[in-house]
């Protein structure tokens, strides 16, 4: 299959692109600067350009874009870029995707779509939540829309993807590794995952299945809350963690963002994926948390 990756160069993307290239897939990808290498292509999501046949030939676009949700501060103008820089290029790759006949369109969306569910468990067939991050994932999804009905769309609600550098292990171990970690607030919100070897695995997965369609939950099947990926995570580093951190110390840090990233969660069930028999490497969090944090 030829895939066309947009969003190549961040945390998922640079595993996606030699996991399909080593399972014989010829991948191309998206770049928003001057292309200098023969599997690039250039294009400007704000402008709406797309450089002249850069889809020729391709089998599916994965688009894996925007810019960070949980490393800054929300101030009014970075809630507007986290929007932007997921809504934009979305809408100009669904219109190239219709324009050029392509049969599939794999889109990165959140778990935050459900909201806070508390202890209800919920899957692909759950309304939209409430929140900024729901109100996000609502307009990255539609954005979608002029890729269908003549192609497949897969929209990718993933959790929070646990790697050996990155994301939110990256953030959260050098606290663990000091033993200054602990629960946020109650600790009872659960914390969907799922492994960067299952996100990508799942992609590729979703890429070459093509019976599914529409929303896909990349979370593990092992559901946890803050306080038990807390206690796990302070055994694979081999530190305590005895210090909770209070859900006021939270919102004086982060602000608005520690509500719906830090304080409340999804409990998401994969039920999409579990249907289609897709292999988990690390069903866990102690499969997991083991190979993030000894590589
Ligand atoms: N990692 C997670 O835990 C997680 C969980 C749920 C959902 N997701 C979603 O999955 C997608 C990929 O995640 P990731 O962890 O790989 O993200 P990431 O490391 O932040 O990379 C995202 C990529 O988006 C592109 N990008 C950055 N700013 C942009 C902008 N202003 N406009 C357009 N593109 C921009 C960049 O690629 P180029 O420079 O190559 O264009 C960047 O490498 C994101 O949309 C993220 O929200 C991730």
Same mark, same amino acid.
């Given at each position: 299959m030829r895939v066309m990756i947009a969003g190549s160069s961040g945390l998922i993307g640079t595993s996606l692109v030699p996991h399909l290239r080593h399972t014989g897939h010829e991948v191309l990808r998206l770049v928003r =600067?001057? @292309? =200098? #290498? @023969?599997d690039e292509r250039g294009w400007d999501p704000p402008a709406g350009w797309l450089q002249s046949g #850069?889809? $020729? +030939? !391709? $089998?599916a676009v994965v688009n894996l874009c925007g !810019? +960070? &949700? +949980? $490393?800054r501060r929300w101030s009014g103008a970075r809630k507007q870029a986290i929007r932007d820089s997921r809504v934009e290029p979305t809408e100009v790759l669904a219109a190239a995707v219709a324009a050029h006949g392509i049969p599939t369109m794999v889109n990165a969306s959140g &778990?935050? /779509? /459900?909201g806070d569910t508390g202890d209800r468990e919920v899957d692909e067939t759950a309304p939209l939540g409430a929140g900024f991050l729901a109100e996000v994932c609502r307009d990255w999804e539609a954005a979608? #829309? *002029? *890729?269908q009905p003549a192609s497949r769309v897969v929209r990718l609600r993933s959790g929070a993807v646990l790697s050996p550098s990155g994301g939110l292990l990256g953030r959260l171990r050098p606290l663990f590794s000091l033993a200054l970690g602990g629960r946020l607030g109650s600790g009872r919100q659960y914390l969907p995952w799922i492994s960067l070897d299952d996100e990508v695995g799942a992609i590729a997965f979703l890429l070459e299945h093509p019976e599914v369609t529409g929303p896909v939950n990349l979370v593990a099947p092992e559901q946890v809350t803050n306080a038990r990926f807390t206690e796990e995570l302070g055994r694979a580093v081999n530190r305590p963690t005895p210090f909770p951190v209070p859900a006021v110390a939270l919102r004086a840090v982060l602000g608005e963002a520690a509500d719906e990233l830090a304080l409340t969660g999804p409990r998401a069930a994969p039920a999409v994926l579990q249907r289609h028999g897709f292999p988990y490497r690390h069903a866990t969090l102690a499969e997991a948390l083991s190979a993030a944090t000894t590589r």
């Open positions: =600067r001057a @292309p =200098r #290498a @023969p #850069a889809l $020729d +030939g !391709v $089998d !810019v +960070g &949700i +949980g $490393d &778990i935050s /779509y /459900y979608t #829309a *002029a *890729a």
